[in-house]
T-cell receptor, first 115, second 114 residues
C-alpha cells in the first residue's frame, strides 16, 4: 500500500519568492512520484514525475522536485514565483512494480501568490 | 502530448434524473480508464477502474448501481450517474492510461444536481 502526505493545505508566497511545496510518501516498493497542477474548474496537468535515474527532476513552468529516498520526500520547488503559478498542486504516488495500478493522491496544496 | 476529453464540461440536472459523462482518449488507445470524484477543496477520490470490454472495478464505498461505467471501446468510457441527488453534485474527472502506463487526465465535468 502507498500513501501521500502534503504538509500545508495552503501556502502563500510573494511574487518572485521561492516556492516550496512539501510531499512525503510511503510505499512498500520503490515508488514512482508525480506532481500535478490543477487550475480552477480544470482537470489535472502533469508538472513532473520521477521514475528512475536522476533524483532531481525538472518539469514545466520552471518547477523541479527532488526524490530523497532517505527522507521519503518529493518536495516541489520553483526559484521565483509568478502570479500564474496560483493553483492547486497534488503530489501522487504509484508503486513502480504496478502491483497496484492506482495513483494515490495527496490532499493537495493551494498556492497563492501575493503581488 | 496525449489528449483526453470529457463531455460535457458542465451539466445541471434535476434530482432523480440520470446524467451521462463521456471520457475520450483522442489520440491514443486506452485499455484502462479511471474515474475520480473531487469534492470542494478536497483531493481526488478514485471511484472505479474501467477496463475495455470488461466490468469496471469499483472502490470500496462506491455504489456500482448508482455510478454505471461502460468502457465500450479503446477510446471511450462513460460514467452514468443514475437517479442523481444533490449530494452527487461534484467535479468528476477521468483519466486514461496509454500502453506505456502513463495516465492522462481529462478536464473534468462539473455536475450540479438541483
Amino acid at each position: 500500500a502507498q500513501s501521500v502526505t502534503q504538509l500545508g493545505s495552503h501556502v502563500s508566497v510573494s511574487e518572485g519568492a521561492l516556492v516550496l511545496l512539501r510531499c512525503n510518501y510511503s510505499s512498500s516498493v520503490p515508488p514512482y512520484l508525480f506532481w500535478y497542477v490543477q487550475y480552477p474548474n480544470q482537470g489535472l496537468q502533469l508538472l513532473l514525475k520521477y521514475t528512475t535515474g536522476a533524483t532531481l527532476v525538472k518539469g514545466i513552468n520552471g518547477f523541479e522536485a527532488e526524490f530523497k529516498k532517505s527522507e521519503t520526500s518529493f518536495h516541489l520547488t520553483k526559484p521565483s514565483a509568478h502570479m500564474s503559478d496560483a493553483a492547486e498542486y497534488f503530489c501522487a504516488v504509484i508503486p513502480s512494480n504496478f502491483g497496484n495500478e492506482k495513483l494515490t493522491f495527496g490532499t493537495g496544496t493551494r498556492l497563492t501568490i501575493i503581488p | 502530448g496525449a489528449v483526453v476529453s470529457q463531455h460535457p464540461s458542465r451539466v445541471i440536472c434535476k434530482s432523480g434524473t440520470s446524467v451521462k459523462i463521456e471520457c475520450r482518449s483522442l489520440d491514443f488507445q486506452a485499455t484502462t480508464m479511471f474515474w475520480y470524484r473531487q469534492f470542494p477543496k478536497k483531493s481526488l477520490m478514485l471511484m472505479a477502474t474501467s477496463n475495455e470490454g470488461s466490468k469496471a472495478t469499483y472502490e470500496q464505498g462506491v455504489e456500482k448501481d448508482k455510478f454505471l461505467i461502460n468502457h465500450a471501446s479503446l477510446t471511450l468510457s462513460t460514467l452514468t450517474v443514475t437517479s442523481a441527488h444533490p449530494e452527487d453534485s461534484s467535479f468528476y474527472i477521468c483519466s486514461a492510461r496509454d500502453k506505456e502506463r502513463k495516465q492522462f487526465f481529462g478536464p473534468g465535468t462539473r455536475l450540479t444536481v438541483l
